[in-house]
């Protein structure tokens, strides 16, 4: 009998799944929620949200795919240990996510939000010009996605550093890491990109401690999850000059109500968690590729530690 493989997302995305599994991978069963059949028969899962009673109903389980780059919306404690969770790590995710960013700190590096309010008061007010080299960019969490933004930011010029837990060696990059290491790299950052994941370590990491660390008038951009934020603190860092301008592309909750004030600040760009998107084609071989991994009894590609959470 073939493994079985259940994807469990929006149907559209479902059949560009299984066109890949039918033409690279017709030695797995792959079958598309809820058309699960039998669930005791299932071994592999992706989804973004697990069943509540994943144990139970999938007593076979032994892979949970997070259909996502982020693995926060899973109770992980509440997962059997018999199953491994992966992340996604996937060539499209990491290319929209360097669109996102690479567009936004171009936009903030020149004074692209200035510029817009200057038009609005039909102003003619060139502000000084400087290079790439003279703009320092520095990217919280050094990952798949963290080292995909840092090798285009390198490529355009960027003055470029990271942090992370462990210690990175990038091309180009000042890596930092470790509490130790953050004063420092907060100290010389103009541009903060966060691209952490959501653990208890990095909730309301955001704060009004952190700003106070970067130089004044820096500017955020926080493409990875909203309880990361203390919005209060950042509109009392954007009003008083702490920092310029926030892009914020997540927020807490999802969608921000009509009444946040994040909403109606001059100085806050807000979009709705598009900065970048799983793509089924990409993503099905990845997939894939680790069910093979897997099978052979390799390491797989984004395998989560459940002690860091990430
Ligand atoms: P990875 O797991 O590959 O990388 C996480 C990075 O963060 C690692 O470098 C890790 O350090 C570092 N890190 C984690 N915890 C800490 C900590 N406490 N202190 C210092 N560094 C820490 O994740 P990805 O790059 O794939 O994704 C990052 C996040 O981006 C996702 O979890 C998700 O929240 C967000 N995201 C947002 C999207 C959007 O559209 N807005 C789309 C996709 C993802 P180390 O290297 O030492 O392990
Ligand atoms: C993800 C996301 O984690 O879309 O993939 O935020």
């Known amino acids: 009998m073939r493994p079985v493989f259940v994807f469990k997302a929006d149907g559209q995305r479902g059949r560009q799944w299984a066109d890949v599994f ?31 009673d994943l144990g139970m109903q999938f007593p076979k389980l032994e892979l949970l795919f997070s259909t996502g780059a982020g693995v926060d919306q899973f109770d ?10 992966v992340r996604m790590v996937e060539p499209g995710i990491a290319h929209g996510m360097v669109e996102y960013v690479t567009h ?24 000084p010009v400087r290079t790439a ?6 990217v919280l969490g050094l990952g798949s996605l963290g080292q995909a933004v840092l090798a285009q930011l390198v ?19 000042r890596c930092h890491a470790s509490a130790d290491e953050l004063d420092a790299f907060l100290a010389r950052t103009q541009i903060l ?48 000059g702490q920092l310029a301008e926030a892009v ?23 979009t709705p968690h598009i900065a970048s998107m799983t793509q089924p084609q990409t993503a ?8 093979r991994r897997h099978a052979r009894g390799e390491a797989l590609v984004g395998l989560v530690d459940r002690a860091r959470g990430y």
Not at 26 to 48: C, K, M, S
Not at 205 to 229: I, S, T, Y
């Open 22 to 52: 039918g033409r690279e991978a017709p030695d797995i069963d792959f079958r598309l929620w809820p058309e699960i059949g039998e669930p005791q028969q299932v071994r592999y899962l992706a989804t973004w949200v697990a069943p509540a």
């Open 76 to 85: 992980v404690a509440a997962l059997p240990p018999r199953v491994s969770l």
């Open 104 to 127: 936004a700190v171009l936009d903030l590096h020149r004074d692209m939000p200035a510029y817009r309010r200057a038009q609005q008061q039909r102003q003619w007010q060139p502000l």
């Open 133 to 138: 080299a003279e703009c320092s960019v520095g």
């Open 155 to 173: 490529a355009l010029g960027y003055d470029a550093a990271g942090w992370s837990r462990s210690r990175r060696a990038l091309p180009g990059v």
């Open 193 to 240: 990109v966060c691209l952490l994941p959501l653990t208890d370590a990095t909730r309301g990491m955001l704060d009004a401690a952190l700003f106070a660390k970067l130089p004044r008038g820096a500017n955020l951009v926080h493409v990875g999850r909203g309880p990361q934020l203390v919005p209060g603190d950042l509109l009392r860092a954007l009003d008083a």
């Open 248 to 270: 914020l592309d997540v927020t807490d909750p999802e969608p921000l109500p009509e009444t946040d004030p994040l909403w109606r600040h001059p100085r806050v760009c807000i």
């Open 284 to 291: 099905a071989r990845v997939v894939i590729d680790n069910l």
